[in-house]
């Protein structure tokens, strides 16, 4: 082998090296990539939070749906697991479960947009005398 041949082969292995590191890298790149872009996903949806508030200055507990997250919540469903009646009362229209949020899908809520529904006064909810069929306190599920 003259010197001509072992300076082609040398090349050959050197090449090899670098193209097996750069594939090294650009899968490596991917993965970060693919991370990324789950992470920037994650920031930017739509996060709903539920929970009851009280009404400052007031005895009266509501109802709180709001979209914490960066974009507009889409179809969403809502539901109850049972009947809910404001303040205690057996009507249907006081039926919080019959409500349009709660039959029917909400095409979109927005950043920060939030759905409020009285719930009742405190000392009547807590009291020994709320009927569970009523005003249930541990009846919401999204």
Not at 24 to 45: F, G, H, P
Not at 67 to 96: C, M, P
């Amino acid at each position: 082998m003259t010197n001509t041949d072992w300076l082609t082969l040398a090349l050959v292995v050197i090449t090899g090296f670098y193209a097996w590191a750069t594939l090294k890298i650009l899968r490596a790149n991917e993965a970060m990539v693919s991370t990324m872009r789950d992470q920037q996903n994650a920031a930017m949806r739509p996060y709903i939070l539920v929970s009851t508030n009280l009404r400052m200055g007031t005895q009266l507990l509501y109802l709180s749906i709001k979209n914490v997250g960066k974009t507009a919540a889409l179809n969403l469903k809502l539901s109850l697991d049972k009947s809910f009646y404001q303040l205690g009362e057996k009507r249907e229209e006081r039926n919080i479960a019959n409500s349009a949020a709660f039959s029917r899908t909400i095409d979109s809520l927005p950043p920060d947009g939030q759905l409020l529904f009285l719930l009742g006064n405190g000392p009547t909810l807590y009291s020994g005398s709320n009927i569970e069929e009523l005003s249930p306190l541990a009846a919401c599920r999204t």
